[in-house]
């Protein structure tokens, strides 16, 4: 069975950083793998992506220059590095695995597998 478990979302102020982990279990390869958030009443948007050997990699014009995705294959684990936080960052983050590596890597319909989410709050 294939779980994802992301951790280390919080509560921060403006301006501060977080660190998101998301451990694999059950599966080895993930050919893509990716990072979305989801506030109440909004679809569930992407936010970076990556694929196996960390050579593609695309990030929403949201977050650009301020988060940062990479993987660690032989932990299994995907990361997102967040830094000068915003309130509009606020949201519930969740990781996703795809089997493929997607023609359009930013959409959730192209990602097999999710974790259950970790929750982000920016403070202004």
């Known amino acids: 069975q294939v779980q994802l478990v992301e951790s280390g979302g919080g509560s921060v102020q403006a301006g501060g950083s977080l660190r998101l982990s998301c451990v694999v279990s059950?599966?080895?390869?993930?050919?893509?793998m990716g990072w979305f958030r989801q506030v109440p009443g909004k679809e569930r948007e992407g936010v970076a992506g990556?694929?196996?050997?960390?050579?593609?990699?695309v990030y929403a014009d949201s977050v650009k220059g301020r988060f940062t995705i990479s993987r660690d294959n032989a932990k299994n684990t995907l990361y997102l590095q967040m830094n000068s936080l915003k309130p509009d960052d606020t949201a519930m983050y969740y990781c996703?695995?795809?089997?493929?590596?997607?023609?359009?890597?930013?959409?959730?319909?192209?990602?097999?597998?999710w974790g259950q989410g970790t929750q982000v709050t920016v403070s202004s």
């Open positions: 996703a695995a795809a089997r493929f590596q997607p023609s359009v890597p930013l959409i959730r319909s192209a990602y097999n597998y």
């Open positions: 059950g599966w080895t390869y993930s050919a893509y």
């Open positions: 990556i694929n196996y050997y960390g050579g593609t990699i």
